[in-house]
Each structure stands twice: as C-alpha cells, then as structure tokens.
C-alpha cells in the first residue's frame, strides 16, 4: 500500500472501506467487500479478533478465511489486516505462512497490518498477557521472522521469546507482501519505523507522524481509520453507536489490557449517547462526517479506513457513500 500522487506529485489521500468481522458474519463480509470495491472505495481493511467487543456486535468469524474468500471475489481493491497480532493467539511462523497464501490469493494485493494486540483476543490462549514493553519485544521477533520466511530457505530462530525450528515457506508470492505496523506512542512508533514499512494509528495526532518521521519512517504510508454511523435518523445512528462501540472510549491502554466482552460492558457502563457522539459522526449530514474524517487528513495520514458501525447497516452505508461522501472526500 503507497501512497496515491497526482501528476504534479501531490500526495492524494485514499479511502478505505473496513471489513469488521465484529459485526458480521462471514458470508456477508465477503459480499461488503464486493459492495466497497464496486463503490470505488480505495483499500479494503479486516479486524482480526477472537471475540467481539460488546456481546452487542455478536460476531468475530476467523478472519484469515474471510480474507482468501473476500481476495477470490475482488479483484482490484487492496487488502489488509487491521491488524493481526503475531505474538500470543499466533506464531510469527504461522502468520509468515497465511499472510503470503493471501498474497498469491489476491495477486499482490495485500498488506499485512501487525500489532502487540489486545487481552481480548489472545487471553485464549492462556499463558498470561505480558506488559507492554514485553508486547513490543515479543512484535519485533515476530517481524524478524516473518521477513526472513518471505526471504525463502529455511529458518531456525532462536530468540528470546520465539524459537523457530527449520520452517520454511513452500508457496511465496513474487513480491513479499508490505508490513503495517499498528502504533500509539514513542515505543511502537519506533518499531514501526524502523521495522515496517507504513504507520497504522487509530488516533488523528499530528505528534505520531512526527515521531515516525524523526525514527526513519519519512514518505511511507500512515494509515488511520475511523469508525462513522450513518443512518438516515440522527438518532438511530447515536444510539446504535452507544449500543456497539462505547468501548471506543475507553482509549488504547485501556481498550489492550481488558479481557473480555464482560470487561467492557463492564467498564462503559457509564458512557452516555452523547459521550460517544462527540468522538463518532452519526446521522445523515455529510458535513459532520467530512469534518471528522478531515482531522486524519490534517494530521498527515495518507489512508482513511471507514467503519461503518451496525452489520446490518453496510448496504445502505456504501449506498450513501458512492453518492455524497466520498465524493465530498476527494475534494479534500
């Protein structure tokens, strides 16, 4: 994934359509893919979890099964994980493996989007959730091992949180995929810099891209994404976001530490309507929803992802957005 230019070498920002396995089963993300490609949206992205958030979204199908069917059915937008965490619920070998069978799948077409992950999905697994600073050593193995399988040959890796014995990749694609690395504050920016080849934050802060400029991340892709909820009733929209993703409130160090659905019930059960749609555009008006997607644009990202809260709600939302908002966006 790199970044679109005109002819006089401006940067364009692109935008993408999420995928949220959260919200919907597998068949039907296939179809939204279909949906998002035919609309003209720029890249496709898809959440990789185990559980949903809030027992409200009611799905998490297997993602990586998702994405080789979505990479059959498409055949120009560009795929990505947002993202994939390769240290607790998978090995890096494991990852190195499907992440080049997608890329063969889709002829080129997928980025691999990583992160240290969440307690949510890899607490499964047993075994405990390490600290953060443990999180960010156990990513940079992952990364070590993944490039040096998409290399070829075989592989022993002996290092302080992963062993690797005699792996080797039999189906690689011509080019190995790009590698995302998902970040939040100065240590993740650094690795992110220095071992992926785009920046993914959730947030639109200005200081992010500057760190990653200052630790050797200059001209790559900084990808963002933001959750909308359009609805053609104002108030439908804000109470289906209340209802689906007041976890976003509770911000990423709180957001990677809880452990389950109940966890975040739990600790929204104070977030009001309004609380949330003061950080999510709802409602029909493309105006809100230009101006909150623009502060991504302002802070340096050269790609927007899209999610469209409620599963039942993405024919319409694409709908919409063919006609008015991602026109109004690439006025931008």
Known sequence: MTPARTDEGVTMVEFGYTMMCEQAGPAQLVRDACLAEEAGFDFA????HYFPWLDAQGHSPYAWSVLGAVAQATSRIPLMTYVTCPIRRYHPAVVAQKAATVALLSEGRFTLGLGAGENLNEHVVGGGWPPVDVRHEMLTEAIE???ELWDGGYLRYDGEHFKVESARLWDLPPTPPKIGVAASGPQ?????AHYGDALIAT???PELGRMYDE???TGKPRIGQIPVCYDTDAEA??????EQFRWFAGGWKVNSELPGPTAFEMATQFVRPDDVSEQIPCGPDVATHVQAIKAYVDAGYTHVALVQIGGDHQEEFVAWATKELLPALREL
């Open 203 to 205: 947030e639109p802060k």
């Open 45 to 48: 992205v898809m959440s990789d």
């Open 188 to 192: 993740s920016v650094r690795i992110a």
């Open 215 to 217: 630790f050797g991340g």
């Open 145 to 147: 091992i993944i490039r």
């Open 237 to 242: 929209a804000k109470r289906r976001a209340h």
